[in-house]
C-alpha cells in the first residue's frame, strides 16, 4: 500500500491560514502593547505570551473546554448549528494560538527598536498615524515582520499536543504531519515515520531559508535607500 499524504496537505493548509491569522492578530497586538503605557503593560504581554510557555496539551485542553459542547463558544457555534471539535477547523484553530506568541513576540520586539524620533517627525509634518504605521513603522520592522511570520508558520505546522486535543487524528480530515509521525513510530511503522520527519524537516528548511534570503534582500534595499 502506498503513501497517503493527505496529512501533508492537511498540515500545509492549516499552517498557512493559520500563519494569515496569526501575522494580522500579530501585529495588531504588538502594535498595541508597545505603545501601551499603562500598570497593566506586564500582565497584558504575559496573557499573549502565555501559549509560547504552558505545555501544547494544557492549550489543547484549554481550548477544548472553551469549543466544547458546554464552553461558552462551543455553545454559541451549536446555537446556530456548527461545532469546531474534531474537524478541520479546530486544527487551524490550535495552529494559531500556539504560533502567535512568536508572531506578537518577535514584531513587538521589532516595533520597540524603531527610533522613535523618525515617528515624531513625521507627526510634526501632520502625517495621519495611519499612514505612520504602514509607511514607516512596517517597513522599518519589516525584517522582524518577516522573521515573526516564518516562526510562526513553522510553529503552526510542527504543532502537535494542542491540534491532537481538539482536533483528535482522524485520517484525511485533521490528522496533520506531527500526529501522523507519533502514530506510524507508536504501531512500529518506523519507515513511515522516518518519511514524515524527512518531509517536514524539507519543508522548514526550505522556509527558513527562504526567510534568510529574503531578510537579507530587505536589508540591503533598506541601507541602499539610506545611502540615497
Known sequence: MGMDYT???????????????????????????????????????GV???????????????????????????????????TVIFSWPATVIAASVVAFPLMYRTVRSAFEQIDQNIINAARTLGVSEWKIFWRITIPLAW?????????????????????????????????????????????GEMRKALIWVILIFIVSLIVMTLMNYWTDYQRKMIATAGRK
Open 7 to 45: 496529512p501533508l496537505l492537511i498540515s500545509l493548509r492549516a499552517a498557512i491560514i493559520a500563519t494569515i491569522v496569526t501575522f494580522f492578530l500579530g501585529i495588531a497586538a504588538a502594535c498595541f502593547v508597545s505603545g501601551y503605557r499603562g500598570k497593566f503593560k506586564g500582565l497584558i504581554d
Open 48 to 82: 499573549l505570551t502565555l501559549p509560547l510557555v504552558l505545555p501544547p496539551t494544557v492549550i489543547g485542553f484549554l481550548l477544548l473546554i472553551l469549543f466544547g459542547k458546554n464552553g461558552p463558544l462551543g455553545k454559541l457555534l451549536m446555537s446556530i448549528g456548527k
Open 143 to 187: 525584517p522582524g515582520v518577516a522573521a515573526g511570520t516564518v516562526l510562526a508558520f513553522a510553529r503552526a505546522l510542527g504543532d502537535f499536543g494542542a491540534t491532537l486535543m481538539i482536533g483528535g487524528n482522524i485520517p484525511g480530515k485533521t490528522l496533520t504531519i506531527p500526529a501522523a509521525i507519533f502514530f506510524a513510530a507508536e504501531s
